[in-house]
């Protein structure tokens, strides 16, 4: 018992130690952070003052670059200033200088003018004038350089441009002349001419040398053939048959062979009217076969009967107004187009008529030139020569002789005209030879040899332009200088 006694004396005394000591320790704590918040405190009152000065100093610091700065503001508004009215004083400067200068500018082209006889004006024209006439010169020449290029390729490239035209429009032009087309009363006449087995056509076809186009519309047969002589021996000797009733083989051949007996006494008749109306004596009879298909032939829609004997007429009138050979004039005209009867491929119809000429006039070169020469391919050696080609002309080119109407003849004829008058320099302006050529005079004052050439140039280029015409429109440009004095 007194064992526990001591025990707990002695827990009692080590819980009571334990506990002072204890208590001393935080009550030590407990007086540093007193002490700790008391510093503070003094600290946090020290702050306020100090964070104040700090502003104060940076305020202090602000005012005095600003007033640098405004300093320097100052100064350099007065240094602008100063710029400034020297500048206003070198615009000064520069005006007396430029009125000064005009002043001089006026007295110097004064003085130029004295001594050029010239005006500002005038110099200027002049100066114009010279610079254009230069860029003619060259603008002729380069026309010059190009129309030399132009006919060194022309042939060639004229007959590719024919053969592609004939390629492009043969076979038209082939259905529209090289056809007659007949019609029957009964289409049930049809199968006479075809016969049993075709045996009919074939012989018909054969005999003639045309082609028989028999289905292609109702009651019509059409005859298709180069040869208009042929044409007309079957177109005969079908309304014949047709009209007989009896189609067989023999009656084919002998009606055809009456019929070329009959067309042979009418080619030879037509020749003899067409000589006797002509005028002319003492002509081969082979000429007057030729002449006889003229009946036949046409040119452009126009019979070659109509427009031989028309050149004839002609003809005669010109030489007798030109004291030239009226009958070899006539003479020349009556075989012109022969050659359009007797085609050679590769020649054309006028060098084939020179070529007969010569054949049946050996001893008269003068004639066959004249015959020969009518498209101006060929030079013309005689006066003759050039009335055949005046005649072809006025008889070909006059209004209505080829499908045209007065109303577009005309029409096409002002328009000619009117392109060469709307051209500067130029006088007055005629269209002759029915349109085939424009004749342009020019003012000689207003105009030079370099502006005929370079107006000529204008002229057919706005012709090929603007203009629908068939063949070629020649442009020929005069230039004639005239001064007339009466002596007193």
């Known amino acids: 018992?007194?064992?526990?006694?001591?025990?707990?004396?002695?827990?009692?005394?080590?819980?009571?130690?334990?506990?002072?000591t204890k208590s001393q320790s935080y009550k030590k704590r407990l007086d540093d952070l007193e002490s700790e918040i008391n510093?503070?405190?003094?600290?946090?009152?020290?702050?306020?003052?100090?964070?104040?000065?700090?502003?104060?100093?940076?305020?202090?610091?602000?005012?005095?670059?600003?007033?640098?700065?405004?300093?320097?503001?100052?100064?350099?508004?007065?240094?602008?200033?100063?710029?400034?009215?020297?500048?206003?004083?070198?615009?000064?400067?520069?005006?007396?200088?430029?009125?000064?200068?005009e002043k001089k500018t006026l007295e110097l082209d004064k003085k130029l003018q004295e001594i050029a006889n010239f005006t500002r004006e005038e110099a200027k024209k002049h100066i114009m004038n010279k610079v254009e006439d230069e860029l003619k010169s060259w603008k002729v020449k380069k026309i010059k350089e190009a129309e030399n290029e132009i006919n060194f390729e022309i042939e060639k490239k004229a007959r590719d441009l024919l053969v592609e035209n004939m390629l492009n429009a043969a076979t038209d032009y082939v259905a529209e002349t090289t056809t007659t087309t007949i019609t029957i009363e009964d289409e049930n006449l049809k199968g006479k001419l075809i016969g049993k087995e075709g045996r009919n056509i074939r012989t018909f076809e054969r005999l003639t040398g045309v082609d028989l186009i028999i289905d292609d519309a109702p009651n019509q047969v059409t005859v298709s053939c180069f040869d208009p002589i042929r044409r007309e021996v079957a177109s005969l000797a079908i309304q014949r048959l047709l009209k007989d009733g009896r189609v067989h083989p023999g009656s084919i051949e002998e009606t055809i062979e009456k019929v070329k007996k009959d067309i042979l006494k009418e080619i030879?008749?037509?020749?003899?009217?067409?000589?006797?109306?002509?005028?002319?004596?003492?002509i081969p009879n082979e000429i007057i076969m030729y002449l006889g298909r003229f009946k036949y032939r046409f040119s452009y829609g126009q019979n070659l009967i109509t427009h031989t004997l028309e050149m004839v007429k002609i003809a005669e009138s010109l030489a007798i107004e030109l004291k030239a050979n009226v009958k070899l004039a006539k003479l020349a005209c009556l075989l012109h187009d022969i050659g359009k009867v007797l085609p050679e491929e590769g020649k054309q119809h006028h060098h084939i008529s020179g070529e007969i000429t010569r054949r049946y006039f050996p001893n008269d070169e003068i004639l066959a030139n004249a015959v020969e020469a009518h498209h101006f391919d060929i030079e013309a050696k005689s006066i003759e020569a050039e009335i055949v080609r005046i005649a072809d002309a006025i008889s070909g080119a006059r209004p209505g002789a080829r499908r045209d109407n007065y109303e577009d003849y005309v029409k096409r004829v002002r328009e000619l005209e009117d392109i060469s008058l709307r051209q500067k320099g130029v006088k007055e302006a005629y269209a002759i030879y029915a349109g085939r050529e424009i004749r342009v005079i020019l003012k000689a004052e207003e105009t030079t040899d370099e502006d005929a050439t370079l107006i000529a140039h204008n002229i057919s280029k706005e012709i090929e332009e603007n203009q629908k015409y068939p063949g070629v429109v020649k442009v020929t440009v005069i230039r004639e200088f005239r001064e007339t004095v009466e002596a007193k």
């Open 1 to 20: 018992m007194e064992l526990l006694i001591v025990l707990f004396v002695i827990f009692l005394s080590g819980s009571l130690y334990y506990y002072i």
């Open 39 to 101: 510093k503070q405190k003094n600290e946090s009152k020290a702050i306020p003052h100090k964070n104040l000065t700090e502003k104060e100093n940076a305020i202090k610091k602000l005012q005095k670059e600003l007033e640098d700065k405004e300093s320097k503001l100052i100064q350099r508004d007065r240094l602008l200033d100063e710029k400034f009215d020297k500048i206003l004083l070198k615009e000064k400067e520069i005006q007396d200088k430029s009125a000064e200068l």
């Open 268 to 282: 030879k008749k037509t020749g003899e009217k067409i000589v006797y109306s002509a005028g002319i004596n003492n």
